[in-house]
T-cell receptor, first 113, second 117 residues
Framework: GESVGLHLPTLSVQEGDNSIINCAYSNSASDYFIWYKQESGKGPQFIIDIRSNMDKRQGQRVTVLLNKTVKHLSLQIAATQPGDSAVYFCAENEKGSNYKLTFGKGTLLTVNP | GAVVSQHPSRVICKSGTSVKIECRSLDFQATTMFWYRQFPKQSLMLMATSNEGSKATYEQGVEKDKFLINHASLTLSTLTVTSAHPEDSSFYIC?????????????FGQGTRLTVV
């Protein structure tokens, strides 16, 4: 699974720019992936998910890309807004693990007005 | 969407005392709930899986006698931190996937900030 680092990776963007947040996973048995947004002092909030039989899924202003060959997941946020500032986590679910999620280390996104 | 309520949102306790945190699914039933711990600037680490009507399953390294979990109904799981110490200070978060939900799309509570002094 993912290791937990002592310092969150950070990404700083200008308002209106597109943001790309990356996540590497290590469990080849994972077949379901979720991106969560966590604001300071709050629980994670679901953004978008993708199953392993897909390589791309789009939502409102967000797109998730999955590359199973290199075990890489990315979250693209279009026209980033100050309200998007938060920590973003990817989470993976191993097939047959009964809803159990393993979280990545997270990325702190800061949107400058 | 489904709502998970966690209580209290903040608690300060003295070292050596016990603290109970509740996790409720407000508009759905959950046979399984998860408890996570999150230290500052770190990720969520799964502590245990709470199973309605049976014993919780703890992750490696988590002391089951220190972190008591009870899942007495389909809408309530509790985590009790016993004999709390300052190193137990952390952000505790529960999650619950609704029965029959798309696999692993769990909904999270708002978290409980525990400070042990």
């Amino acid at each position: 699974g993912e290791s937990v680092g002592l310092h969150l990776p950070t990404l700083s963007v200008q308002e209106g720019d597109n943001s790309i947040i990356n996540c590497a996973y290590s469990n080849s048995a994972s077949d379901y992936f979720i991106w969560y947004k966590q604001e300071s002092g709050k629980g994670p909030q679901f953004i978008i998910d993708i199953r392993s039989n897909m390589d791309k899924r789009q939502g409102q202003r967000v797109t998730v890309l999955l590359n199973k060959t290199v075990k890489h997941l990315s979250l693209q946020i279009a026209a980033t807004q100050p309200g998007d500032s938060a920590v973003y986590f990817c989470a993976e679910n191993e097939k047959g693990s009964n809803y159990k999620l393993t979280f990545g280390k997270g990325t702190l996104l800061t949107v400058n007005p | 969407g489904a709502v998970v309520s966690q209580h209290p949102s903040r608690v300060i306790c003295k070292s050596g005392t016990s603290v109970k945190i509740e996790c409720r699914s407000l508009d759905f039933q959950a046979t399984t709930m998860f408890w996570y711990r999150q230290f500052p600037k770190q990720s969520l680490m799964l502590m245990a899986t709470s199973n309605e009507g049976s014993k919780a399953t703890y992750e490696q390294g988590v002391e089951k006698d220190k972190f008591l979990i009870n899942h007495a109904s389909l809408t309530l799981s509790t985590l009790t931190v016993t004999s709390a110490h300052p190193e137990d200070s952390s952000f505790y978060i529960c999650s619950a996937p609704p029965v029959g939900a798309p696999r692993a799309e769990a909904f999270f509570g708002q978290g409980t900030r525990l400070t042990v002094v």
